[in-house]
């Protein structure tokens, strides 16, 4: 059965870890994610963008998935169903379709108006046992066809969303989504030092996950982080094995055009991104 981030991501918070979240495509992404949370006994967020909604026919498909792989794979670790960067009417149809966990990103509207769809959201997924995480500060490079600058949030602003009672907290520390550039400055952990100061045991989100060193990663959880975002990176992985069995022909060997035979490689591929990303995150044998 689904459930909700809060008592992952509470006890995350509390042990100095945290929790991926990986963001699904397909079947094979899913399957994959969901046994190797098994494997290590992770408790693990699957994550679905409003995009990769659509494209898997929409929530109650995703939702129906889920539960049945849950069931058939025999999944005994902590799973939540989480809508990321969810807009409001993204947020509603997710809590209807059966969700146990939304994103309600409302850091491009103007803070009054992110307080109050945030506050009516909490509301109702307070109702519904369901965690609820949200966004200041917008989170850069491009998702879905949107594309931020990477800025650093306002620790005061992080405060008052903390405070309408959401689950978690996304704040923008200069990460962004997608690969990093040359350039890239790093994380701002004054931000995030002064962030957690003042939301106190509120889990803290890491968007952004692909190509954050592991230094950074590690210093980032004990600042407060046990929430993390991996997304490109699983992706990458997937294109790059699936290229090398195309490339090596092993399509054209025997009866390799099977999707089954075809798409292995790079769902393997994913399990091995996300070991290392729990085996990194702490959150092995945390289940
Ligand atoms: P990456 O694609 O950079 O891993 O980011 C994932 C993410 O933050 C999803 O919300």
Redesign the pocket.
Known sequence: MLVSAKEMLTKAKAGKYAVG?F?INNLEWTKSILLTAEELKSPVIL?V?EGAGKYMCGYKTVVGMVNGMLDELGITVPVALHL??GSYEGAKACIEAGFSSI?FDGSHYPIEENVAKTKELVAVCNEKGMSIEAEVGS?G?E?DGVVGAGECADPEECKMIADLGVTMLAAGIG?????YPENWAGLSFETLDAVQQLTGDMPLV??????IPEDMIKKAISLGVSKI?????C?LSFADATRKYIEAGKDLEGKGFDPRKLLAPGADAIKATVKEKMELFGSVGKA
């Open positions: 979240q963001n994550g963008s990321d960067h994103m989170i490079g998702e990460n962004i989504h997608g690969k890491l968007h952004g996950g692909t190509g975002n991996v997304n490109t990176e992706q």
